[in-house]
C-alpha cells in the first residue's frame, strides 16, 4: 500500500531499530488501539475511524521497519515487512485549534525518540495554530515546560468507573419526563442534533457527527418535545478497546434530560456494559457529577488540559454532561491513562 507523509528513514540511537512515521490508516487501527491497552489506555473500538474522515493527516503512526534491506536511498518505497509501534494524533475538529493526544509507544520501546518522532510529525499538521491537550500527571511538567503547552484551563476532566463486579443501578435515574421524547438519531434528525450541538460546542461538526452516531457498536439517542421540533440533548454510547461501555457526546439542557438519556443509552447497548462503565465529566459540571454520585461511580482521577495559547471558550460547558468535545474528547483524544491502576 502506498502510504501518505512517509518519513525518512530512522534509527534509534542503541538498539538501532529502524522506524518511519507516516499517516495512519484504517488498516492500522486495531494495533493503533492494541498499543494503546498495553499502555493501560482507552479507546472507543471505532471512535479513530470516524474522526480520521474528520482529519486524516493528523492521524501519524510510527512504524518498524523489519526488512533487512537498504531503504535509505528510497524513503517513498512503502514497506512490506513493517510493524507499528506508536501512534501520536493531533486533529482540527475546531477550524483554528487542534486537539492532541493518543500519544502512545510500544511500552518495550518508550524512551528511544520514536515518540518524539511522531511528535515532530504530527506538529507539521497543526502548525503554530492553538492546541490543547490533557495532561497525565506524570508527563505534565514534559508537555508544560518542554512542548510549549503553557496555558492550563481551569477546568479538570474527572474520570469514573464502575467495574465488572459493580451493579450499577441504572433504575435510580430519571424513567421519563413529561412532554419528552426520546428517539434514535436517525437521518432526519442530523441537521437538528448537528444545530443542538453547535450551541454547545461554540462550532458546527456536520462532518464528524454522522459518523459519531453510525459507529459499529455504538448507540445514539436524541430528546426532543414530542413534535420533535425543540431538542433537550442528545447522547451516545460506544464500547472500548477493553470491553468497558463509554458514554458521550451526551450534552442536555438539564441534569433530568442527561439521566433519561443515559437511563436510554444503558438499556439499548447491545453489549451493555459487561466489563464496567467509564464516564467523564468537567469539574465545572455539576449535574454531571449528580450522576455520577447517584450511580454509585468511582472517582479515578482528575486530569488538567493544558493549551499552547488562550484555553478555548467558546463552549456551553453547562450542556455538557459527558465529555467528548474536541477538547475533552477522552474517548479518542484525551490522554488519560484510564485504568492504569488495575492494569499498571
Ligand atoms: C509519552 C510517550 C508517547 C513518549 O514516547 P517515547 O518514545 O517514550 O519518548 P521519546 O523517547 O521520544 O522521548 C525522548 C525525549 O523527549 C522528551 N519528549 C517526548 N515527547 C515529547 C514532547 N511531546 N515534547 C517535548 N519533549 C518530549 C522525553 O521526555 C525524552 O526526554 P529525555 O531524553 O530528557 O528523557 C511514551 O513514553 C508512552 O507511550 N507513554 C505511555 C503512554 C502515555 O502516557 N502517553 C501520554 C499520555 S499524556
Redesign the pocket.
Known amino acids: 500500500m502506498e502510504h501518505h507523509n512517509l518519513s525518512s528513514l530512522m534509527t534509534t540511537k542503541n538498539d538501532k531499530i529502524r522506524f518511519r512515521v507516516r499517516q495512519m490508516t484504517n488498516e492500522d487501527v486495531p494495533t493503533v488501539l492494541e498499543?494503546?491497552a498495553k499502555?493501560?489506555?482507552h479507546e472507543g473500538t471505532h471512535t479513530i475511524q470516524s474522526f480520521m474522515i474528520q482529519d486524516p493527516e493528523g492521524f501519524i503512526v510510527a512504524e518498524q521497519i523489519n526488512d533487512s534491506d537498504d531503504l535509505d536511498g528510497n524513503p517513498s518505497q512503502t514497506i512490506g515487512n513493517a510493524s507499528i509501534i506508536?501512534m501520536?494524533v493531533g486533529i482540527f475538529v475546531h477550524p483554528t485549534i487542534a486537539f492532541i493526544?493518543m500519544?502512545?509507544?510500544?511500552?518495550e520501546?518508550?524512551?528511544?525518540?520514536?515518540?518524539?518522532?511522531?511528535?515532530r510529525k504530527m506538529l507539521d499538521h497543526v502548525g503554530s495554530l492553538n492546541a490543547g491537550?490533557?495532561?497525565?500527571p506524570?508527563?505534565l511538567t514534559?508537555?508544560r515546560d518542554?512542548?510549549?503547552f503553557h496555558q492550563p484551563d481551569d477546568r479538570m476532566l474527572i474520570i469514573y468507573e464502575s467495574d465488572e463486579s459493580d451493579q450499577l443501578n441504572v433504575d435510580i435515574l430519571v424513567p421519563s419526563i413529561p412532554e419528552t421524547k426520546i428517539q434514535r438519531i436517525t437521518t432526519e434528525w442530523y441537521s437538528k442534533v448537528i444545530d443542538y450541538d453547535a450551541q454547545v460546542h461554540g462550532y458546527i461538526r456536520a462532518k464528524l457527527l454522522p459518523h459519531v452516531f453510525t459507529e459499529e457498536g455504538s448507540i445514539a439517542f436524541v430528546a426532543s418535545d414530542t413534535t420533535g421540533q425543540r431538542i433537550f440533548g442528545y447522547g451516545c454510547m460506544r464500547t472500548n478497546n477493553i470491553g468497558k461501555a463509554m458514554i458521550g457526546p451526551l450534552y442536555a439542557n438539564n441534569g433530568a434530560v442527561a439521566e433519561l438519556l443515559m437511563r436510554y443509552l444503558f438499556s439499548r447497548l447491545s453489549t451493555p456494559f459487561g466489563k464496567g462503565l467509564l464516564y467523564m465529566t468537567l469539574d465545572s459540571n455539576h449535574g454531571g457529577q449528580l450522576i455520577a454520585d447517584k450511580l454509585c461511580l468511582k472517582q479515578q482521577e482528575k486530569i488538567q488540559r493544558f493549551f499552547r495559547f488562550q484555553p478555548y471558550e467558546g463552549a456551553d460547558w453547562n450542556r455538557e454532561f459527558k465529555s467528548f468535545d474536541f477538547l475533552s474528547n477522552i474517548t479518542l483524544l484525551?490522554?488519560?491513562?484510564l485504568n492504569r491502576w488495575r492494569h499498571g
Do not use: D, F, T
Open positions: 498499543i494503546w499502555n493501560n489506555l506508536g501520536c493526544g500519544y502512545g509507544v510500544q511500552p520501546l518508550h524512551g528511544r525518540g520514536i515518540g518524539l518522532a511522531m511528535w491537550l490533557y495532561a497525565v506524570e508527563h514534559m508537555y518542554r512542548a510549549g484525551a490522554s488519560s491513562k
